[in-house]
């Protein structure tokens, strides 16, 4: 079973910057896709960023242009790099690795969700 935890998280005042990350351990074959979800309160989780296990990244239209996602392979690690900061941006971010086992089944792993606060 694959465990993911992040941090990163924290009070920034707009304009400011953040950088999280989230780790995945436990029983791993093989990381396909990883993301960064969002979901502010009262709200859906939505998507924030993705990136595949070669590299291809995908981003949510509001936040294109001041968030970069990497990912390192060998230390089975997701980035998530925000600049620019705005209020809107603040909910709590979620880390989602799509994954596959020894014996071939696909699972979608969650982190417990990271803090992220955008407040003057």
């Known amino acids: 079973q694959i465990r993911l935890v992040e941090s990163g998280g924290g009070l920034v005042q707009p304009g400011g910057s953040l950088r999280l990350s989230c780790v995945a351990s436990?029983?791993?074959?093989?990381?396909?896709?990883m993301g960064w979800y969002r979901q502010a309160p009262g709200k859906q989780r939505d998507l924030v960023a993705t990136?595949?296990?070669?590299?291809?990244?995908n981003y949510a239209d509001s936040v294109k242009g001041r968030f970069a996602i990497s990912r390192d392979n060998a230390k089975n690690t997701v980035y998530l790099q925000m600049n620019s900061l705005e209020p809107e941006d603040t909910a709590v971010y979620y880390c989602?690795?799509?994954?596959?086992?020894?014996?071939?089944?696909?699972?979608?792993?969650w982190g417990q969700g990271t803090q992220v606060t955008v407040s003057s």
């Open positions: 989602n690795v799509d994954e596959t086992s020894r014996e071939g089944l696909r699972n979608s792993a």
């Open positions: 990136v595949t296990r070669l590299g291809s990244t």
């Open positions: 436990g029983s791993i074959f093989r990381i396909n896709t």
